[in-house]
């Protein structure tokens, strides 16, 4: 099991970027999300998916979208890229009702200037 | 989303125990606590989680009282190691969201 996968580990966007955080998880799990980290802050919750073709938003949606297609695959997408959203992404899934761990990926470090 | 309450830090040395309390005052009747680990540039890591009463693992215990507004994270025997970001957030049963507080930085000493 390679667990929870993302990609890129870092990127450098310009302002008005657009572009698609990759997340996906071999363990079959119901549930997916998306956090990001500010330098020195808690994770904070953008959107979430508890299965394939549901999902809901969380605390800081905007300037976010997501889709999710497949049980194993939960991309982020960045719609025109702003320096507040300069920040490190999480992406995390846990396998559903009456469980509530998460598993997180390493993350992916992103710049926009 | 409801948003959990903890100490910004604490200071600890090698082989003691650490309790790290966590309050909750809202918490919703179905709502799960569950606490994580995360070092510098890694993604967190789940340690435990309970909903009432004491629950142990390999690694650690928690402690939530019957009113359920606040828990203790307790570490046995800390080593450097264990130097970290404590999160403890509130799970809900009914959805996959969940809010992570400011966390606790810990710092064990030698």
New interface residues.
Partial sequence: NAGVTQTPKFQVLKTGQSMTLQCAQDMNHEYMSWYRQDPGMGLRLIHYSVGAGITDQGEVPNGYNVSRSTTEDFPLRLLSAAPSQTSVYFCASSPGPGRYEQYFGPGTRLTVT | ?AKTTQPISMDSYEGQEVNITCSHNNIATND?I?W?QQFP??????II?GYKTKVTNEVASLFIPADRKSSTLSLPRVSLSDTAVY?CLE?S?N?????????TTLTVKP
């Fill in positions: 989303l799960y569950t994580y540039s890694q993604g967190p890591r789940f989680q999160y799970m049963t959805a996959g969201k969940s809010t992570f507080g400011d966390g």
